[in-house]
């Protein structure tokens, strides 16, 4: 008996961007319930291949098929209309429409003609039950939480009642409740016989929900992995990583003790928007103190307050035992206080411009000639200079930042902190969407700036980023500190049960 026919295939499936060849030969398979993990370093192909399933790029060479038929996508439409349904990192929502009209986008119900907005809202209502939402299907979606809009990307995708579902980084902006209600939905989906491709950084991810995997590497096809649970997780686990990097990755956090020095950071019952109550705490010369909760503890807006972004109501902020009230980014900056931002590609960078402005971008202010003109020796030498130390791969110092992976995109804001005089370091989700290699690399970064006398505040959802990173551990939740944890004493156990809302329980 014959073996039934993958409900996805893709057969030497090849793309080159000019002379960057993006897919060199890519073949593997998907059968009906399973769920595979596509996985790579930054640049290894997988945004690429997403890209040829949705019909956003048409394959150089090799065909995709659908169920045995091969598919020849000219647009995005197409590839819904055979059935696929791509979720990017990158968020498809229009933030001035309501929730139940980004569910329901493109297939709004009618009558005589007329939208049926009953109808709508009902629709909406059964999809955000679905999802675990107790949202009103009027709201405004840019109204939402990023978490909660990553939710509603992910039911307008069910709502298609796609056969194949692909997700790209889909809990990057969820929380663990979150989490754990998509990886239900993804499992009901499995059950129901969908193919699911699930690309993702995060290796406990892989093992809770993915049943087989493939790993990508400059392009080809390096392992196909066709079941996870055939010997124990963490050789599994060595070998995916081997797999995708192409060497060993020992201690991939580098953490090590170091001498600390006195308070370079201090809040004292700081108050302002978000904060649920006075918060204070102190950050070291040469101190990384993790931040960690759940979506809406308080995290982002504790570091913005901070940074200057939003103004504080009372209590008072310390660099270096002077008091400093931010009314501003530039005031922050000015005091050494500096931030890389949660979401880098809205916040942290230009991307029409080039790594060189980028990198240049602060401390070109102080490298003027006569006060006014650009000095294009400094400029090209200091960008050179962070390029090589933070080994940014790019083609040249002149190539668009946007083109740049996630981790380099990251080591590009972090060499404009480095241009300045920087006494503060706050990092607001520091590897989000980057692979394990790049993630190594930032690390090594953060923990020479800490050697060097920076202090560092980080906020991670990655609790074992946080763990493995981190001198001490301040939990928030519901926007107040709840606990501050030692190294030797923080523990996943122990950090979750000062994160979650008083009615939970840390999961058995």
Not at 217 to 237: E, I, M, Q, S
Not at 336 to 365: F, T, W, Y
Request: aromatic share 4%; net charge neutral; charged share 25%.
């Amino acid at each position: 008996m014959a073996p039934p026919e993958p409900l996805l295939a893709f057969e030497s499936v090849s793309k080159s961007f000019g002379a960057v060849r993006a897919l060199s030969g890519v073949s593997f398979a998907l059968g009906k319930g399973e769920v595979r993990a596509l996985l790579g370093e930054n640049g290894a192909g997988k945004s690429t291949l997403l890209k040829a399933l949705s019909g956003a790029h048409a394959p150089d060479s090799g065909a995709i098929r659908i169920g045995g038929e091969e598919q020849r996508f000219g647009s995005t439409q197409a590839a819904f209309r055979a059935g696929i349904a791509v979720i990017y990192q990158e968020l498809q929502l229009v933030p001035e429409l309501s929730v139940a009209e980004n569910l329901l986008l493109g297939q709004l119900p009618s009558r005589a003609g007329l939208l049926d907005a009953r109808a709508r809202d009902a629709r909406a209502r059964e999809l955000l039950a679905r999802l675990g939402l107790e949202i009103d299907p009027r709201t405004r979606l840019g109204s939402l939480s990023l978490g909660q809009r990553q939710m509603v990307e992910i039911g307008k995708a069910l709502a298609r009642g796609a056969r194949i579902l692909a997700f790209d980084e889909p809990t990057s902006s969820l929380s663990q409740r979150e989490t754990e209600r998509l990886f239900e939905l993804i499992r009901e989906l499995s059950a129901a016989g969908h193919a699911i491709l699930y690309v993702t950084h995060r290796m406990d991810e892989v093992f809770a929900v993915c049943t087989s995997a493939t790993v990508l590497r400059d392009g080809a096809l390096v392992k196909t992995f066709d079941r996870l649970d055939h010997a124990p997780r963490t050789a599994v686990a060595a070998e995916i990583v081997r797999s995708m990097v192409g060497r060993e990755l020992s201690d991939v956090h580098g953490w090590s003790a170091r001498d600390l020095g006195a308070p370079r950071l201090e809040l004292r019952a700081l108050e302002g928007p978000g904060l649920a109550a006075p918060c204070s705490l102190d950050v070291r010369r040469g101190e990384i103190v993790g931040l960690f909760g759940l979506v809406g503890a308080g995290r982002t807006e504790l570091l913005r307050l901070v940074y200057g972004v939003a103004r504080s109501t009372g209590g008072r902020i310390l660099v270096d035992g002077q008091t400093v009230k931010p009314r501003s980014p530039r005031d922050a900056i000015a005091a050494g206080v500096v931030l890389a931002p949660e979401d880098r590609k809205k916040e942290g960078i230009v991307p029409v411009r080039s790594v060189l402005e980028n990198i240049n971008l602060s401390a070109r202010r102080r490298n003027l000639k006569l006060g006014s003109v650009l000095d294009s020796t400094w400029e090209r030498d200091n960008a050179a200079l962070h390029i090589q130390q933070l080994a940014i791969k790019t083609p040249s110092p002149a190539t668009p930042v946007r083109n740049l992976s996630g981790g380099n995109q990251q080591k590009v804001i972090l060499a404009r902190w480095l241009s300045e005089s920087i006494k503060i370091l706050l990092l607001d989700e520091p590897t989000r969407g980057i692979d394990v290699g790049a993630r190594a690399e930032i690390y090594r970064i953060v923990q020479e700036l800490a050697r060097s006398g920076v202090a560092v505040l980080m906020v991670s959802s990655d609790l074992p980023e946080v763990l493995g990173l981190s001198d001490r551990v301040l939990v928030m939740r519901e926007g107040r500190i709840s606990q501050e944890l030692a190294r030797r004493e923080a523990s996943e156990e122990e950090v979750l049960r000062h994160a979650l809302p008083l009615d939970e329980e840390v999961p058995a």
